[in-house]
């Protein structure tokens, strides 16, 4: 694989992005503009009822953060027009034809003028509803798809999905593609136009028995997961997007195609500075459930890898491999983007630095302002544990403060709500990242790493478009830059 420079590549480049307002898509526009000031065009999708509010969002919650206050500084009174000298916002929606553009006149400039298209538009809850789930990231996929096939100018389309789309499975999880009606546990008969139906019929029930609103949410959630589970995936958030996978696959024809499958992705490494987040998520949660005194035990192998990935080496490696795959047509490349393979990181590590970070720098409590001291977590390594130590820990405690509070007029009720918000919590937790807490998977990262050598050896600006995970010290990231970030974020 012999690659060019990636600035060059670049410059006069007209780009779409879909998904502009979410985590990653924002470090990606921020990168593009401050790297390379000479792009053409950046296209930015997002949802909006029309150009005003389109135009808002952008400015509150895209060039308006903290994100772009490098770039900001860079150009100095010029900020406000170079951004707009070098992006358009277009009000759209993925969950439709034409992603939703009513412009006839934009949308025939944009297939005139579009060179890459990066779709980085998702619903990333675990338990979202069914019908959101599979209209953004199953059918959404394809909508863009259909829309990359119309550019003219196409040279690479990149699609970011998740290395978790394997589900549960144990052993090394290889970067290959996803087939229709391909299952994780061997049952037969997925058929995603079938999915589609299955939720029309069951959305089409509910509206005729009057159900409320939540009642439709709740149902919603629980067919996601009913269907989620049927064909092996833990969740309706892997499962969509492996779905969205194989739509991809399938119907892509002559367009060059780039998966990139990046897995728990945490704050930035080193650009546009260090330590930025936005969202509490996954592994974070538990950081500031730990943090706040909430969390005393969790469940999980020590020995469980967790396979975490900064942002700004995500969008590094995207970079990357659009340059690196354009206008190869037809083709279909894969990249896991993870650390899992070549600098893992275990529960147990993750535990030693939320400690010290959090008894060196302990969370203030915001009712009587003092500092919450932290103890080190209880890791329990099953099920059978977990729940046994619950019971004695809390929902003995909880039943008897139940019986005392009703025979003192609810005298104890704070105490009593106090508990069970921590019940709760940590119950919440538990279901919703059970599956990750004993998974047994390493994520193959051979063509990531194939691309990496390939950047590496034709010395393609390795210091601007870094994304090698060896280069991380786990404890240095957690403990000087990311807890920090994590902590910064929710005190905003």
């Avoid at 996929?141 to 290395?163: D, E, G, I």
């Avoid at 279901?431 to 051979?446: E, N, R, V």
Wanted: charged fraction near 25%; glycine fraction near 6%.
């Amino acid at each position: 694989m012999e690659l060019t420079s990636v600035l060059n590549f670049l410059e006069n480049r007209t780009i779409l992005v879909t998904g502009a307002t979410g985590f990653l898509a924002k470090i990606f526009v921020e990168k593009i503009l401050r790297v390379q000031p000479n792009v053409k065009k950046l296209y930015l999708l997002l949802r909006a009822a029309d150009d005003k509010s389109a135009m808002q969002r952008f400015n509150n919650e895209v060039v308006g953060k903290d994100l772009f206050k490098v770039l900001r500084e860079k150009c100095g009174p010029n900020f406000t027009t170079f951004v707009s000298q070098r992006t358009t916002i277009v009000p759209g929606d993925i969950t439709c034809d034409n992603l939703g553009v009513n412009d006839t006149n934009l949308l025939e400039q944009m297939w005139k003028e579009v060179d890459i298209v990066v779709n980085l538009a998702a619903t990333t809850n675990f338990d979202e509803r069914y019908d959101v789930a599979l209209g953004l990231n199953t059918f959404g996929a394809r909508h863009v798809l259909n829309f990359a096939k119309k550019c003219n100018k196409l040279k690479v389309l990149l699609h970011v999905s998740t290395a978790y789309v394997c589900g549960e499975k144990e052993g090394l999880m290889l970067e290959k593609p996803y087939y229709m009606g391909e299952t994780l546990n061997g049952t037969l008969g997925l058929d995603i136009e079938v999915e589609k139906k299955v939720m029309d019929e069951k959305l089409k029930q509910l509206n005729a028995e009057n159900a409320s609103e939540k009642s439709i949410t709740t149902a919603m959630k629980e067919l996601g997961l009913e269907r989620a589970r049927k064909y092996g995936w833990p969740n309706t958030y892997v499962f969509t997007k492996a779905m969205g996978e194989m739509l991809l696959g399938k119907l892509k024809e002559e367009v060059p195609l780039v998966i990139n499958r990046p897995t728990i992705i945490t704050s930035t490494f080193k650009e546009p500075f260090p330590g930025w987040v936005e969202g509490i998520r996954t592994i974070d949660s538990l950081a500031v459930g730990y943090g706040k005194g909430r969390i005393t035990c969790f469940l999980g192998n020590p020995k469980t890898i967790l396979d975490v990935i900064p942002a700004d080496m995500v969008v590094n490696s995207m970079i990357v491999a659009m340059m690196a795959h354009a206008d190869q047509k037809g083709s279909e490349t894969i990249y896991q983007i993870g650390s899992s393979v070549s600098n893992p990181l275990n529960i147990t590590n993750l535990r030693d630095y939320g400690f010290n970070y959090f008894r060196k720098n302990p969370w203030i409590n915001k009712v009587d302002g003092k500092p919450i001291i932290v103890g080190k977590v209880n890791v329990l390594s099953s099920m059978d544990s977990f729940q046994r130590y619950m019971a004695l820990h809390y929902m003995l405690p909880l039943k008897g403060l139940e019986i005392v509070n009703a025979a003192f007029c609810q005298y104890f009720q704070g105490k009593y709500l106090e508990l069970y918000r921590k019940i709760k919590f940590v119950m919440r937790l538990i279901d919703l990242y059970g599956p990750y807490l004993f998974l047994k998977a390493a994520f193959d990262d051979l063509n990531t790493e194939k691309l990496r050598m390939a950047a590496k050896e034709s010395g393609i600006e390795p210091e601007i478009f870094y994304f090698d995970p060896k280069i991380i010290n786990w404890e240095d990231y957690f403990m000087k830059i990311h807890l920090p970030g994590v902590v910064r974020y929710v005190f905003k």
